[in-house]
Each structure stands twice: as C-alpha cells, then as structure tokens.
C-alpha cells in the first residue's frame, strides 16, 4: 500500500461520517513545496510551511489507536519539522464541536485567534464553525503541553 493510500484509510476512519481524503489528494499534498508528512499510519499530521508559518492542514487518527499518545506525538515531530524549515508559528482551523482535537491543541499551547462561522458543511446537519487558533513555535515558544497551560505566551519581537 503507498503512503497516500494508507494516509486516506485513516483520514476516512478519523473522520467517519464526512468526506474523506482521497489517495489522490494526499498524494498531491504531500509531494507540494513545504509539505510536512509526521507521524504514521495509525496517526498523522500534514502540513505545509510558507515562509515563517506553517499551516496544519489535517491530524488524523484511526480509531483503533485513539487516547495512546500517537496525535501528541506526531504534532511535536510537526513543530519540530516546520520550526526546522525556518516556521516561527503554526496555526491550524478545527471544527468548534470537535471537543477532543480542541483539547490535544490546547495542551500544545494553542490559543484561538479567530472563528469562521458555517466553515465545516455537514451532509443532513447543521454547518459547524471552524476556530483558527495559532501558537509559536521554537525559541518563540514559552514551552508546549503542559508547561504552557495557565501561562500567559508571550512572543519577542
């Protein structure tokens, strides 16, 4: 099986009930300019680095292997990949009603920085709004994960 294909079994597993990525569309992804594959089958993030920021486009999980580490742990290979290509923050969009990915983001301290309401079209449901949240990366960082829980950020510039 190639990457793109086992990256598309555990999108459409993560994300039952909605649209899934296809092969296709990873394959595009991930061989795009900036592109930034962590984690593996079981968990994954991709994403991309513009200049000083990196955008997280999915973090997919299977099902199987959900609450063991595997989404903490690729997102910390993704901020040290994309502060390595030269990211100093990343900033991601997550459906508002997805409860468990808004808690893993806030443990990697981070913050919501906007709010685009009916962004996420649910077949037979309501739209849901996607939060826009950001945090620093590397030296601009206070720390992640717990250390950063209660703590006020602060960014030098």
Not at 9 to 19: D, K, N, Y
Not at 81 to 105: I, K, P, Q, S
Not at 125 to 154: C, K, N, P, W, Y
């Amino acid at each position: 099986m190639t990457v793109p294909a086992a990256l598309a079994l555990t999108h459409a597993a993560a994300f039952e009930g909605e649209r899934g990525w296809s092969a296709e569309e990873f394959a595009g992804l991930v061989s795009a300019p900036g592109a930034i594959l962590s984690g593996d089958a079981k968990s994954f993030v991709l994403g991309r680095v513009t200049l000083d920021e990196a955008e997280i486009l999915t973090l997919a999980t299977h099902p199987d292997h959900l609450r063991r580490g595997h989404a903490r742990r690729a997102l910390d290979a993704f901020h040290a990949a994309a502060h390595a290509a030269g990211a100093r923050m990343a900033f991601l969009e997550v459906a508002e009603d997805n409860a468990a990915a808004r808690t893993l983001y806030a443990a990697q301290g981070y913050a919501q920085a906007g709010r685009r309401p009916g962004y996420y079209a649910r077949e037979g449901r309501a739209s849901v709004a996607a939060l826009i949240l950001t945090r620093a990366l590397g030296q601009d960082a206070l720390g992640s994960g717990a250390e950063m829980r209660g703590t006020q950020r602060q960014t030098a510039r």
